[in-house]
Structures are given as structure tokens and as C-alpha cells.
């Protein structure tokens, strides 16, 4: 009787073993999207933090579903995007981030606007969005080295939409700072990156002034390369961050 359980149990094992293997014997994923997300006003990528925390990119596959669950995929620092890991098949694609979304629904959670893009992803996909900033940082001149070791910058804040509904109050100004070109909110050097909270509408009389910004805590140490960059964000949602493009400066 036992020799008969135990051929049962082998039997059983290599029957899950074969069907494993079957389950297993498919093509794995190969399809490539790639694309920018563009500020409309300016016609330049927007530029966002790397990895988590900033632009990302939504995928609704409804080659097989009608109620897709969402797959995200990260934009990097200057604006672009490039997965190559997806299977083909057909995607309702949109941005999200620090501008106006691109859904948006009532109150009823009924779609009252709908700029994303249905595409079929097959080989090498691009897929461009435009979209209108929460705001628009410029840098006014190059950064300064300081007698002193510090570093200053000087910059200015615009509004990147016309739209009153996203016009909200800007919460803070940080000027980033990290020893590698990777730097934002997710990554910068606390020890020199000051940062300026603003209360209420107080930031709103400064939009289009030009603003300074002088590192904190000391010299600079020496002999390196720094990497410079300015984020603002405004009250809405999840507080993202808009930023200016990254700038290098030597101290010797």
C-alpha cells in the first residue's frame, strides 16, 4: 500500500512540474515605450525627480480588460521615459505629475476631460505629452561662487497655467544641491540646500521677481563638482515638485 501512495505522489509531482513548465513557456516581456513629457508653453521637457516622486507614466491595458489595473512607469530627471519591458497590446497612456492633469473628473466621478492617448504598443512605441506646469521655474544667470565657499543663484517663478483651478499657493522654494547630477527633492545634500517656506498667498507678490538663494551651512568643501537645481511646488494634491534644469559648478 505504501509503494502504491508513493508512486501516487510522484506521479503527482511531475504532473505539477510539467504543468509549471507549460505555465512558464511564455515570450517574457520585450515591447519598448518610450517618449518626453513636454512643457506646452515652452516646448521643452519638463523637467521632474528621478525615479519615484515625480512624473509618471500610466498605463491602462485594455486589450483584455475593460477595468485595467493601472501600470506606472517613471519618468526620468530631464523629462523623458524609456521601458522596454511591456507585452504588446493596446494602452490608454497618460502623465501625471506637477501640472495640470491630464483626467479630471467631477464631483459624480464622471470624466470631464480626457487628453490621454490609446496606442498600440508593438516594438518600439513613442508616445509625446504636452501638458501645462503648475509652475515655471527659470534661472536668471549662472551660479556664483562665493568668496566665502558658499554658492549663490538667482532665479524666477511664473505660473505655468492659466487655469484659476490650479493656481493654488506656493507652499515652498528649495534650491537643491548634491555631489552627483541626480538631485532633487529625493536627492540633494541637506547639510548646504536651504529651502523658504511661504504662508498663505505670501509667495504670489514674488511670481516673476527674481528670487537669491545662498547655500547654507558654510564653505563648500573643495575640489569637486556640485549640481545645482531649483524646485517649487504649490498646494495641490501631492505637492510635486517643478524645477528648473540642472546646473554644474566647480569649487577648486
Given at each position: 500500500m505504501k509503494k502504491i501512495l508513493y508512486a501516487i505522489a510522484v506521479c503527482a509531482i511531475t504532473l505539477a512540474g510539467s504543468s509549471c513548465k507549460k505555465l512558464d513557456n511564455y515570450d517574457s516581456p520585450n515591447e519598448t515605450l518610450t517618449g518626453s513629457v513636454i512643457d506646452a508653453g515652452t516646448g521643452k521637457t519638463l523637467q521632474t525627480e528621478n525615479g519615484g516622486g515625480g512624473t509618471r507614466i500610466k498605463l491602462l491595458e485594455t486589450s483584455w480588460s475593460?477595468?485595467?489595473t493601472?501600470?506606472?512607469i517613471s519618468s526620468m530627471q530631464d523629462g523623458t521615459f524609456n521601458y522596454t519591458k511591456l507585452f504588446p497590446g493596446t494602452n490608454k497612456i497618460s502623465a501625471e505629475g506637477a501640472f495640470v492633469p491630464m483626467v479630471q473628473t467631477d464631483g459624480s466621478g464622471a470624466t470631464t476631460v480626457d487628453k490621454s492617448q490609446t496606442v498600440e504598443i508593438k516594438g518600439t512605441t513613442t508616445v509625446n505629452f504636452s501638458v501645462d506646469p503648475f509652475l515655471r521655474i527659470e534661472w536668471v544667470g549662472e551660479p556664483v561662487l562665493n568668496n566665502d565657499g558658499t554658492v549663490t543663484v538667482n532665479f524666477k517663478?511664473?505660473?505655468?497655467?492659466n487655469d484659476p483651478a490650479f493656481q493654488q499657493n506656493i507652499t515652498d522654494v528649495h534650491l537643491f544641491l548634491n555631489s552627483n547630477k541626480f538631485v532633487g527633492n529625493n536627492n540633494y545634500d541637506n547639510r548646504y540646500s536651504p529651502q523658504i517656506d511661504f504662508n498663505g498667498s505670501s509667495a504670489n507678490a514674488?511670481?516673476?521677481?527674481?528670487?537669491?538663494l545662498t547655500t547654507k551651512g558654510g564653505p563648500l568643501p573643495t575640489k569637486r563638482d556640485y549640481f545645482l537645481r531649483i524646485g517649487a511646488r504649490t498646494d495641490y494634491g501631492l505637492k510635486y515638485y517643478n524645477y528648473t534644469d540642472v546646473k554644474t559648478i566647480s569649487v577648486p
Open positions: 475593460d477595468n485595467p493601472p501600470f506606472y517663478i511664473t505660473r505655468g497655467t514674488q511670481l516673476g521677481q527674481t528670487i537669491s
